[in-house]
């Protein structure tokens, strides 16, 4: 089993950065294939980013691609996602999770585990 707790959400001005965090707890965070998803009001919770379990691999989603890098360190068992030149339309809730199967089919359906959620808003 794995646990999972989002930090560093908050406000910033459309361009600015954040670095969200997620600690892991559990001895099987670095088997699994790991991802960040969001949920904005009224929408469906969409795939961001996820990371192989040794790292090796990353995929973005196209409207995050070249903004946002996803990465991990199995050793603290934490998942990072720095997100640059921040749109309003990054505003959501963003959710860390456990992937099972192949991190590139990561879906809502494919989770094993989620985090809490930290919510992320960007102002125009």
């Known amino acids: 089993q794995v646990q999972l707790v989002e930090s560093g959400g908050g406000l910033v001005q459309s361009g600015g950065s954040l670095v969200l965090a997620c600690a892991a707890s559990g001895r099987s965070f670095s088997s699994y294939a790991m991802g960040w998803f969001r949920q904005a009001p009224g929408k469906e919770r969409e795939f961001v980013a996820s990371i192989s379990a040794n790292g090796g691999n990353r995929y973005y989603s196209s409207p995050v691609k070249g903004r946002f890098t996803i990465s991990r360190d199995n050793v603290k068992r934490t998942l990072t996602l720095q997100m640059t030149s921040l749109k309003p339309d990054d505003t959501a809730v963003y959710y860390c999770?456990?992937?099972?199967?192949?991190?590139?089919?990561?879906?809502?359906?494919?989770?094993?585990?989620w985090g809490q959620g930290t919510q992320v808003t960007v102002a125009s």
């Open positions: 999770a456990a992937v099972s199967g192949r991190p590139e089919w990561a879906t809502a359906d494919t989770v094993d585990y």
